[in-house]
């Protein structure tokens, strides 16, 4: 079905008849609907609106109102999602705000009740703080990422190792018991294993499941990371018939989760991480199986080339020579209720593969020291962050960054991968999921080029036959959306993709909910954020961004969509963010906004009132300089902003008042006493400066600048 186009919406009534409807927000400004164009993938779309529920009455009128007008709904978390599901021409449902609580905690079932927008560690650091419990699954992005986002992206982690060996599965679907759903035409469902909640809905989905159940068994590959489609395997009964399961991983295709209840596991207190040194990364990726028979928590993989990349840009330098020697590394994690257990567990590991001499490592670190864990640890998390932008490189971009293999086949698909990419003259670091099969990459891509967009177009082609004829999946973890969405007919065939389209239509059968994702899809190339019509206009600018090759276009394009900067604790970046809990007040809602007021046709360059709002909140702290994994320096962009934004203007008094205060000291030293007597009156020289605007919001804004942002 074609997906909606914005003018067919009448936005102004819809918007009207949301604020009259709903507690929460509703946003529908330009600078509102360009703050969320985009996410770390590849593409860009304007949504005609956000609403920001404050209760789950906001959804259910939300979603009536949208039926009402006709439009697409989409939902959103942390928006860290690196398939371009997070983005569409459709009224988006930002559940972070608000809807972000545990519900419940049922220690004795290992059970938690949470709503959609709850950050994973929020979770996790309760349950282990008062029962030992845990959530397995632990994409990178744990810090900031929702259980709505990784529930509907089939999300998965290093400890998605743990969740297989001593839970109820690797991917987040295995760990879901029960989904509070929300149908586009209003239904709402508690959907578990053996029913929807529907009589009608549990009828059509037997009937479909039975209808392919033959070639569901032949066609789904049984590795730990198939993340690629909808999970018609769920259905079967050999699997009970667990239809929360087969919801789960559908990006918002079929349904709107309103709350969630997801298994937990043990979490053993104590880790002990052991870094194994192999030839290469193939090498490293041959011996997973060794390792994999002694049920570690965790088993990654890191190649020289990342450490290159690491070095390159004088990151973790110290960890980085404490690794043993080596061209390729395991990282392997066990735990235990002491110390000595889980370091025994790996030093019987240590000492079976010391057995194979030359076949094995060619050494191996068990580390001793936490910090120096977790610094090892955070050198592999760090991975797409080191690998965007290097000195002297091109950008590199997601397109095929999570393809997953058997775990036993995954040394061949490495070496194979690597020559694919030679074919191409494409470079990547190779890291990754390695005890799962899942490989990481972000590849050297020309996505502003017509030629380059085929020749992308074209590896992808090829990288997807070749990760399929190792019985893999195009996706392990991040999901289809619309980066990998065009390449399903042939990973499960034609007849699989028509049984996709069916079980969207017995959820949706408006095909509303994220139309153009996963099925039925927008092509791998159309969307693109940047595109052959990637043009930003040259402009004359005060600083150098060296780093940038000289071009503030460039400084903007820096943030690729981490979302580190939505923490809400730990480390310093940002505490604006910390405070508003505001996409528009964090690193990343700010460089997108600038993003968009160069290359998007919604802003105004230069004197955009909405973007001169966005930054007007940051500190200029320089915490994002340091803490941002792509280094985006936030008070340079701001103090660029800033200075194009006043050329003609009168700058706030604030401004003044610091920029002079050098020739206001000389003056002042002149005649003391005169100024004492002058400073000592009871009115403030700081109070607020200059006239009020209305923004495109409608919100009144002020304008007070900060010392350095007046530069
Ligand atoms: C640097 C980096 C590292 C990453 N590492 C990993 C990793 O290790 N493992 C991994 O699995 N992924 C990883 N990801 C991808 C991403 O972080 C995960 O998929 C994450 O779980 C998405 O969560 P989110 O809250 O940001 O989701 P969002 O991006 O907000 O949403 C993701 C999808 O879920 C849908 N959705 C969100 N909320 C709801 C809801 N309430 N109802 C219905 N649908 C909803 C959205 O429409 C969208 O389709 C990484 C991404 C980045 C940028
Ligand atoms: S400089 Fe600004 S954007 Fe960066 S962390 Fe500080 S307040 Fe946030």
Known sequence: MRPVAADEVDARRLEHDLRASIKGEVRFSAGDRALYSATGANYRQLPIGIVIPRTVDDVLATVAACREHGAPLLSRGGGTGLAGQTTNVAVVIDFSKYLNRIVEIDPERRLARVEPGLILDHLRKTAEAEHQLTFGPDPSTH????????????????????????GPGPRTSDNVHELDVLLYDGRRLQVREGTSGDPEIDRRLTELRDRYADLIRARYPDIPRRVSGYNLDDLLPEKGFHVARALAGTESTCATILGATVHLLHSPPVRSLLVLAYGGAAEAADHVMDVLEHKPLGLEGVDETLLEDMTMLGKHKQELSLLPKGRGWLLVEFGGETKEEADEKARKLMAELKKKGKDGPTGMKLYDDPPAEK???AVREAGLGATAFLPGKPDTYEGWEDSAVPPERLGQYLRDLGKLADKFGYESALYGHYGQGCVHARWNFDLKTAEGIETYRRFIEEASDLVLSHGGSISGEHGDGQSRAELLPKMFGEELVEAFREFKSIWDPAW????????????????LRLGTDYSPPLVKTHFSYKADEGSFAHATTRCVGIGKCRRTEGGVMCPSYMVTREEKHSTRGRAHLLWEMLNGEELDLWRDEEVFEALDLCLSCKGCTSDCPVNVDLPTLKAEFLSHYYQGRLRPRTAYAFGLIDQAARIASKAPALVNFVTQTRRSATSRP???????SGSRTGRSGTAAGAA
């Open 690 to 696: 200059s006239p009020r605007r209305r923004s495109r």
């Open 143 to 166: 810090e900031y990422c929702t259980f709505g986002g990784m529930i509907a992206s089939n999300s998965c982690g290093v400890r998605s190792v743990m969740a297989q060996f001593y």
């Open 512 to 527: 509303k909910m994220n139309p153009g994702k996963v099925v039925d899809p927008y092509r791998i190339t159309d969307n």
């Open 375 to 377: 610094h090892v640890w």
